[in-house]
């Protein structure tokens, strides 16, 4: 069953396909058609058989009602050979489907990874290939610009967890980014992010959402998790918290839960809003 790791920078592309044209200029170079919008279609690939070939995810690039550019979009944590005789299926299946060139992009949280599915998929003894276009951490975009980080939330957050750990600046820019999407989102890519960082790069956004040093603008910042320091909004950080534990599958007691609905100090909710984002285990947020 694919973890969290594998779902969330798919949810990436389900909440804003407009990333996957950002990957494909900046991190590949692909040199894409001109078009109007970028918009979800079928993931599903599946041949006369009963077999289902399913991809994680698809976009299709249109300009105006012509589709231009279709993308398959593979999540790959692991190395599976067995990937270079399905993703030939995907591909020609959605180019078939859609009827416009269609390119396979493929997403590894590692540039060693990235290295070996990279290079051309040989399909016959006559020399054709298709060739994955595979973004690692080291050619995902850089977002370090605020506006950017705003306008496109998503690019941004794979930013962070890609360069997070030695660029500090997409930390902030992240924070920008979170501003600009709605709740139901915060808790994931919050989590998500600070999942890849190392241990100074996480204190780094800890203290960037808790102590304030970055000038939050957003309703999140100063209802939510609190950082508008002269807000009290108990009720509000009581949500968030609980909240955050929810869409993270973490199991709340009743006893926890009492304990956070009845907690009138918004300095130990503000704590327990950050804490919320990554313990495993719901009573650790009081340890």
Not at 91 to 116: G, M
Not at 168 to 197: I, K, W
Not at 214 to 241: L, N, P
Request: aromatic share 8%; net charge negative.
């Amino acid at each position: 069953m694919p973890g969290e790791k594998h779902e969330i920078p798919l949810k990436i592309f389900r909440n804003d396909p407009e990333t996957v044209t950002a990957l494909l200029r900046e991190a590949i170079g692909y040199q894409l058609p001109h078009h109007t919008e970028a918009i979800l279609t079928s993931a599903e690939f599946t041949d006369c058989r009963p077999r289902v070939y399913d991809g994680d995810n698809a976009v299709v690039l249109r300009d105006g009602t012509e589709r231009v550019l279709g993308v398959v979009v593979e999540q790959q944590m692991s190395w599976d050979p067995d990937k270079y005789w399905t993703w030939p299926v995907y591909l020609t299946t959605a180019r078939c489907q859609l009827e416009c060139p269609s390119v396979l992009l493929v997403l590894c949280p590692s540039d060693q990874l990235a290295k070996r599915y990279s290079g051309p998929i040989l399909l016959s003894d006559t020399g054709d290939t298709i060739t994955p276009l595979v973004v690692g951490p080291s050619n995902t975009p850089t977002v370090v610009d605020t506006e950017r980080a705003r306008a496109l939330p998503e690019l941004a957050v794979l930013s962070a967890r890609a360069h997070g750990d030695h660029e500090p600046q997409t930390l902030t820019a992240l924070t920008e980014a979170l501003n600009s999407v709605s709740p139901d989102r915060r808790a994931f890519y919050y989590d998500y992010v600070l999942g890849g960082l190392n241990e100074a790069a996480q204190k780094n956004l800890e203290d960037l959402m808790a102590v304030g040093t970055y000038e939050w603008q957003s309703d999140f910042a100063r209802k939510y998790v609190g950082i508008g320091r002269e807000e009290g909004r108990e009720e509000e950080a009581v949500h968030t918290i609980l909240n955050f534990l929810e869409e993270r599958g973490i199991a709340v007691t009743d006893t926890v839960r009492q304990r956070i609905q009845t907690c009138q100090d918004i300095n130990t909710l503000r704590t327990w809003v950050v804490r919320s984002a990554t313990v495993q285990h719901a009573e650790d947020l009081f340890t």
